[in-house]
């Protein structure tokens, strides 16, 4: 089973409105951290914004913010006043606890593509 | 602050061809990985660093080998390059303090032929 997943394959929004890019997570561990990572068509991965399971409050960075719904394991992305420069693809990514080498790495999921329209 | 870096950017192979990726980070992180990017399946990890001296594999290991002599540097090697190792690499490396997030390299282009 997946543990990031991404419904969303490919995603529309116009210039200057809000767009929701989803990511569900599935993970048995108390302390874990979610990502976020934009690749714009020019192949870099940039970081965007981090949540950690104990934050009470929704991370904001700039425009962007995570919708963190813990019940439902969901870390959404919102990306506000979306700009031409925001078409990219969207990776979701969550840390889980230690493993038996005490390395904690990431579980990818598989993308989202944003499509900004002027 | 140049932070991850790879070297070089684009390259490529023939089949049974040697490689080997660098990958240099000048934030003193304790961590670092190598990644493939595949259409359609995300990123995987190839191996990882805990620290100096230290490696580890991680998802799909096979074909290739790691070393890190040095903390800041962590190199990727392809023994014998097959058509399948045609991939976009990347490098990147985190801090064992904080949120641990990881920060990425521009990545490696490489295409055997």
């Known amino acids: 089973a997946q543990k990031i997943t991404q419904t969303q394959p490919g995603m529309f929004v116009q210039e200057k409105e809000a767009v929701t890019l989803d990511c569900t997570y599935d993970t048995s561990d108390q302390s874990y951290g979610l990502f976020w990572y934009k690749q714009p068509s020019s192949g870099e991965m940039i970081f965007l914004i981090y949540q950690g399971s104990y934050d009470e409050q929704n991370a904001t960075e700039g425009r962007y913010s995570l919708n963190f719904q813990k019940a439902r394991k969901s870390a959404n992305l919102v990306i506000s006043a979306s700009q031409l420069g925001d078409s990219a693809m969207y990776f979701c990514a969550m840390r889980e606890g230690p493993d038996a080498g005490n390395n904690r790495k990431l579980i990818w999921g598989l993308g989202t593509s944003l499509a900004v329209n002027p | 602050n140049a932070g991850v870096t790879q070297t070089p950017k684009f390259r490529v192979l023939k089949t049974g061809q040697s490689m080997t990726l660098l990958c240099a980070q000048d934030m003193n992180h304790e961590y670092m990985y190598w990644y493939r990017q595949d259409p359609g399946m995300g990123l995987r990890l190839i191996h990882y660093?805990?620290?100096?001296?230290?490696?580890a594999k991680g998802e799909v290991p096979d074909g290739y080998n790691v070393s890190r002599l040095k903390k800041q540097n962590f190199l990727l090697g392809l023994e014998s390059a097959a058509p399948s190792q045609t991939s976009v690499y990347f490098c990147?490396?985190?801090?064992?303090?904080?949120?641990?997030?990881?920060?990425f390299g521009p990545g490696t282009r490489l295409l055997v032929l």
């Open positions: 660093s805990v620290g100096e001296g230290t490696t």
């Open positions: 990147a490396s985190s801090s064992l303090a904080g949120e641990e997030t990881q920060y």
